[in-house]
């Protein structure tokens, strides 16, 4: 992408309504623009960071063995009747009425809707296991939405369903889920830790919650230091393994790791050595679900098992704050001049400066540049505005692309350009050639 042909409005003066950095940072760099309290417009370079973390979140999902579907973001209110969530919901839920003065609702999350396609057509034992997900907005009318994408009322989630005939495949799906989670945000290069937690409103035994630890987090977590140590790194999984699934989540969770819902400072005390003892704030990025037959009992979701008999089937739920990742990451992961985007959700792969735009060889030479990487199939950001060298390089760092190829008639001179890590500031010279070959390869390994 050219800078002079994409819309890209930055602003120059921090938002006075942002409270938090990711916040300011997305209203800054153009990725967003609020249209109602807790209402966003994606811009594009927003957009693109919200689609790339979709993408991670579906590879993951489906390598996992769950079936990608959509189910639509208006609901009749009748099925929510049924499960006696119409009236448990309360005000979070927004509801409204068509012109024949039928209630409708707007799905806050989507148990009842699931339970219902599954019960349509599933009828035996031989059908299951069965994981659906879907990636969709949401609407919760939060009585204080606020911190931007991080707590909005309109967002965008993905939510997953697995049913199953007994509690032992129902745990095997949620063990699934943990791990697959773990990889998930491990490729946005985010650290979420799993800790216990508790079910809300959607009820049942065993829960998790993924946090990333952040001081403008929401929630207040206690945890034994050393649960920071674990990397899911690059194992091979096979996820229709029920052993090896249990033994990495029993790895994530067995330590000491809470939110304030569930935590015992008792516990904490016996369980966890003073010197790596921590109290500090997360945000909560997904949660993950074990809730029995609470659903398939309301709804009558049942199946025939091997023996004839008809049996309600376990259900668990999973789910994933797609568009809160955004501020989540930003949160993670920037310094005072900006953004810094870990490669696995960058919106550029890279950015391209030209420091003299309007001279012949500067000029080309970016061409060039921008022509081989695109040709690679690499996205690079060509900034050929005519703007001092200063005002590109606070927009490339503001935006936060985690490569800068800096082009200029000096460098050329003496037939080099600089490529820049912004995470670390360290810049290399060498030539046009050994610049695309150096950032094909980082972006080989992602
Ligand atoms: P919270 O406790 O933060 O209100 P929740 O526990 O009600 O969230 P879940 O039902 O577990 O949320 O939804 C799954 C994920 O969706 C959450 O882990 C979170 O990342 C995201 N999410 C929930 N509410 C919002 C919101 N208002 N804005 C953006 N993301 C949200
Ligand atoms: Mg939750």
Known sequence: MRLSRYFLPV??????????????LMLRSGMIKQSSAGIYSWLPLGFKVLKNIENIV??????????????????????WRESGRYDDYGQEMLRMKDRHNRDLLFTPTAEELITDIFRSYVRSYKDLPLTMYQIQWKFRDEI???????????????????????KED???????????????YERMGLQAI????????????????????????????????????LTFGDRDIDYTDKDQCQSIMEEFTTRYARTDETHVEDEFHSQVPEERRRTARGIEVGQIFYFGTKYSDALNATVQNDQGEKVAVHMGSHGIGVSRLL?????????????????????????????KQGDEEADAACEA?????????????????????????????????????????????NGVVEVTSRRTGESEEMPPEQAIEKITKIYAGV
């Open 11 to 24: 602003l120059k003066e921090t938002p006075a309504e942002a409270q938090i950095v990711s916040h300011r």
């Open 58 to 79: 579906h590879e993951e999902q489906i390598r996992a063995g769950h079936h990608p579907m959509l189910m639509p973001i208006l609901q009749g209110a009748d099925l």
């Open 144 to 166: 204080r939405p606020r911190f931007g994408v991080m707590r909005g009322r309109e967002f965008y989630m993905k939510d997953g369903y697995n049913f199953d005939l007994t």
């Open 170 to 184: 129902a745990l095997h799906a949620y063990n699934r889920h943990l791990v697959s989670y773990l990889r998930t």
């Open 194 to 229: 799993p800790m216990r937690a508790d079910s809300g409103p959607i009820g049942g035994e065993n829960t998790h919650e993924f946090l990333v630890l952040a001081e403008t987090g929401e929630s207040e977590v206690f945890y034994d230091s050393t649960v920071t140590d």
């Open 327 to 355: 501020g989540a990451i930003i949160e993670a992961s920037h310094d005072d001049k900006g953004i810094i985007w870990p490669e696995g959700v960058t919106p550029f792969h890279c950015g391209i400066v030209n420091l």
């Open 369 to 413: 540049l921008y022509k081989s990487l695109t040709a690679l199939g690499l996205e690079p950001l060509y900034d050929d505005r005519k703007e001092r060298a200063g005002a590109k390089f606070a927009s490339m760092d503001l935006i936060g692309l985690p490569w800068r190829i800096t082009v200029g008639p000096r460098g050329l001179k």
